[in-house]
């Protein structure tokens, strides 16, 4: 059983479209992340997320994109004008604690953009 | 220099073999270390977690020095279902978890 559920698995979308990724973690965990790994290349740091706040975040999480946790529940990743480059498998990610604690993958979603 | 530094093999190997994966890092601050197995196009999943004392799990062994900044798993006996990218991670922890991922070393086991 998946640590956390993503959604959605594949989603092809146009250049300059807004794209959201769902995160549902099943846990109570506190702490979330987003990572992304385009085809062949290693998984990347985007975002680490704590108390409905952004903690740290690199240098690919730029202003296009923002995440949020609305709803306190479901966590999203947002892309707001999609680039070709964009095309990665994103995945979201959480952990009980901030130190030295564990941190689980959810499935991913994969994002073409075309 | 690269954070964190694999050979991408790929490793082949026959049913049995003993494997060694190797793995450095350049953040002498790095606080903690993985190993993740990933299959393609899934999720990284954790394998284990990496001591600086060493520690096995089943075939598996990690082994970590802080001084040279490296880090080693051993698989004894292979299996087929072994057969994956194997990737080294390092925990920066500078004050909130962040994961600095190897390139993967890929292992691919055969009958």
């Known amino acids: 059983e998946p640590e956390v559920t993503q959604t959605p698995s594949h989603q092809v979308t146009q250049m300059g479209q807004e794209v959201i990724l769902r995160c549902v973690p099943i846990s109570n965990h506190l702490y979330f992340y987003w990572y992304r790994q385009i085809l062949g290349q290693k998984v990347e740091f985007l975002v680490s997320?704590?108390?409905?706040?952004?903690?740290?975040k690199s240098e690919i999480f730029d202003d296009q994109f923002s995440v949020e946790r609305p709803d306190g529940s479901n966590f999203t990743l947002k892309i707001r004008s999609t680039k070709l480059e964009d095309s990665a498998m994103y995945f979201c990610?959480?952990?009980?604690?901030?130190?030295?604690?564990?941190?689980?993958f959810g499935e991913g979603s994969w994002l073409t953009v075309v | 220099r690269k954070e964190v530094e694999q050979d991408p093999g790929p490793f082949n190997v026959p049913e049995g073999a003993t494997v060694a994966f190797n793995c450095t890092y350049s953040n002498s601050a790095s606080q903690s270390f993985f190993w993740y197995r990933q299959d393609c196009r899934k999720e990284p999943k954790l394998l284990m977690s990496?001591?600086?004392s060493g520690n096995e799990d089943g075939r598996f062994t990690a082994q970590l020095n802080r001084a040279s900044q490296y880090i080693s798993l051993l698989i004894r006996d292979s299996k087929l279902s072994d057969s994956a990218t194997y990737l080294c991670?390092?925990?920066?922890?500078?004050?909130?978890?962040?994961?600095?991922f190897g390139t993967g070393t890929r292992l691919l086991v055969s009958p």
């Open positions: 990610a959480r952990s009980a604690g901030n130190s030295g604690n564990t941190i689980y």
């Open positions: 991670v390092v925990n920066m922890n500078t004050g909130f978890q962040k994961l600095v």
């Open positions: 997320f704590y108390n409905n706040e952004i903690s740290e």
């Open positions: 990496v001591y600086s």
